[in-house]
């Protein structure tokens, strides 16, 4: 498989590893719409290619998204890659479980792409098809601790895109799963715990990027040795895997 270049809408594409998809996407000859709450961020990213069009978007409104998703097919003629990347990385600490926390992480990480897909759905079954990419992370493949919000609602993201996959398939549309590991960004940067094999946003957003116009398999999932680890580890006895998991909590 080898997409060649036309219209994607980018939701989360003002800053961090959708920023940096936005710039390859456009550098490889994509036309390619970006949207995030920061209007200033998103003329930022637009400012590196005429070819990147803003659209500043809150994804907890259901209705803008509607009219965003309509205004991008109306102005751009298709849309035949939509990637969701909005991200609220909500601080959880250990042992507290407050729902404003997880109401907030939940009503961005996820909700925002469940508001997006009908109109999406429709846009792309009139064109004859197309991809829906959604950026997870490793860290929705086990409950470990510190995760808490974030890491619970990528692990929804996951399952609603497993789902996706074969729901979708007879429209001619086809799903992806992004899981990356640790990845420098805004977000990452207010971590104050060890993040091993951090890798640069660009190199995050090559491989992204490389990996859906090339391929057409599920998921997308880096580094490789840390995918690999987190998937064993759902493998574990579950008294092993606690063990493990209270090991890391003690980690700093």
Same mark, same amino acid.
């Given at each position: 498989?080898?997409?060649?270049?036309?219209?994607?809408?980018?939701?989360?594409?003002?800053?961090?590893?959708?920023?940096?998809?936005?710039?390859?996407?456009?550098?490889?000859?994509?036309?390619?719409?970006?949207?995030? /709450?920061?209007?200033?961020?998103?003329?930022?990213?637009?400012?590196?290619?005429?070819?990147?069009?803003?659209?500043?978007?809150? @994804?907890?409104?259901? /209705? #803008?998204?509607?009219?965003?998703?309509?205004?991008?097919?109306?102005?751009?003629?298709?849309?035949?890659?939509?990637?969701?990347? #909005? @991200?609220?990385?909500?601080?959880?600490?250990?042992?507290?479980?407050?729902?404003?926390?997880?109401?907030?992480?939940?009503?961005?990480?996820?909700?925002?792409?469940?508001?997006?897909?009908?109109?999406?759905?429709? @846009?792309?079954?009139?064109?004859?098809?197309?991809?829906?990419?959604?950026?997870?992370?490793? #860290?929705?493949?086990?409950?470990?601790?510190?995760?808490?919000?974030?890491?619970?609602?990528?692990?929804?993201?996951?399952?609603?895109?497993?789902?996706?996959?074969?729901?979708?398939?007879?429209?001619?549309?086809? @799903?992806?799963?992004?899981?990356?590991?640790?990845?420098?960004?805004?977000?990452?940067?207010?971590?104050?715990?060890?993040?091993?094999?951090?890798?640069?946003?660009?190199? #995050?957003?090559?491989?992204?990027?490389?990996?859906?116009?090339?391929?057409?398999?599920?998921?997308?999932?880096?580094?490789?040795?840390?995918?690999?680890?987190?998937?064993?580890? /759902?493998?574990?006895?579950?008294?092993?895997?606690?063990?493990?998991?209270?090991?890391?909590?003690?980690?700093?």
């Amino acid at each position: 498989m080898n997409v060649g270049p036309g219209v994607a809408w980018i939701v989360g594409g003002g800053s961090g590893i959708g920023a940096a998809v936005a710039r390859e996407l456009a550098d490889r000859g994509w036309t390619v719409a970006i949207s995030g /709450r920061r209007a200033e961020r998103l003329d930022e990213v637009a400012a590196h290619n005429p070819s990147i069009r803003p659209y500043p978007l809150d @994804v907890t409104d259901t /209705r #803008a998204v509607l009219a965003t998703v309509n205004a991008i097919a109306s102005d751009l003629g298709r849309l035949d890659l939509a990637l969701y990347g #909005a @991200v609220a990385a909500v601080g959880t600490p250990p042992g507290y479980y407050e729902p404003e926390k997880f109401a907030a992480a939940f009503d961005v990480n996820f909700l925002g792409l469940v508001r997006a897909l009908d109109p999406l759905i429709e @846009v792309m079954g009139r064109q004859g098809g197309g991809q829906i990419a959604v950026i997870g992370s490793l #860290a929705g493949y086990v409950g470990l601790p510190r995760g808490g919000a974030y890491a619970a609602s990528k692990s929804a993201l996951m399952t609603l895109c497993q789902t996706m996959r074969v729901e979708l398939a007879p429209r001619n549309i086809l @799903v992806r799963l992004i899981s990356p590991g640790f990845v420098k960004s805004e977000l990452t940067s207010r971590n104050r715990y060890r993040m091993p094999m951090l890798m640069e946003t660009d190199e #995050a957003a090559w491989r992204i990027v490389d990996g859906l116009v090339r391929s057409a398999r599920f998921e997308i999932a880096f580094p490789w040795p840390m995918a690999w680890m987190m998937k064993a580890a /759902r493998l574990l006895p579950y008294r092993l895997f606690f063990w493990l998991s209270a090991l890391t909590l003690r980690a700093r």
